[in-house]
Nanobody, 119 residues
Framework: QVQFVESGGGLVQPGGSLRLSCVAS????????SAWYRQAPGKQREWVAG???????HYADSVKGRFTASRDNAKNTLFLQMNSLKPEDTAVYYC?????????????WGQGTQVTVSS
């Protein structure tokens, strides 16, 4: 059974930083790929960042230069370092493994971790 457990969210002031973590069981991120998503209130879930199998990273324009995604293969854990946070970054953040998609849809999602950016 595939499970994702995200953690590290919280309340932070604009300009602050947070580091999110995601531990997976049932799959290996270095084999199935790695990605971060977020869903803000009233909006659809959106892609935030991805790490290719070879380690190259890609980011949504809205977070480029502020967020850094990384992966610890030994611990099968993803990280998302978020700096210079803005109120519009407020969302529930999720991780996933793109190569687990079936018919273009993810079959598994974790509970996510809430990030709130507010003064």
């Amino acid at each position: 059974q595939v499970q994702f457990v995200e953690s590290g969210g919280g309340l932070v002031q604009p300009g602050g930083s947070l580091r999110l973590s995601c531990v997976a069981s049932g799959i290996t991120f270095s084999v199935y790929g790695s990605a971060w998503y977020r869903q803000a209130p009233g909006k659809q879930r959106e892609w935030v960042a991805g790490i290719e199998l070879g380690g190259n990273t890609h980011y949504a324009d809205s977070v480029k230069g502020r967020f850094t995604a990384s992966r610890d293969n030994a611990k099968n854990t993803l990280f998302l370092q978020m700096n210079s946070l803005k109120p519009e970054d407020t969302a529930v953040y999720y991780c996933n493994a793109p190569l687990t998609k079936k018919n273009g849809q993810y079959a598994y999602w974790g509970q996510g971790t809430q990030v709130t950016v507010s003064s």
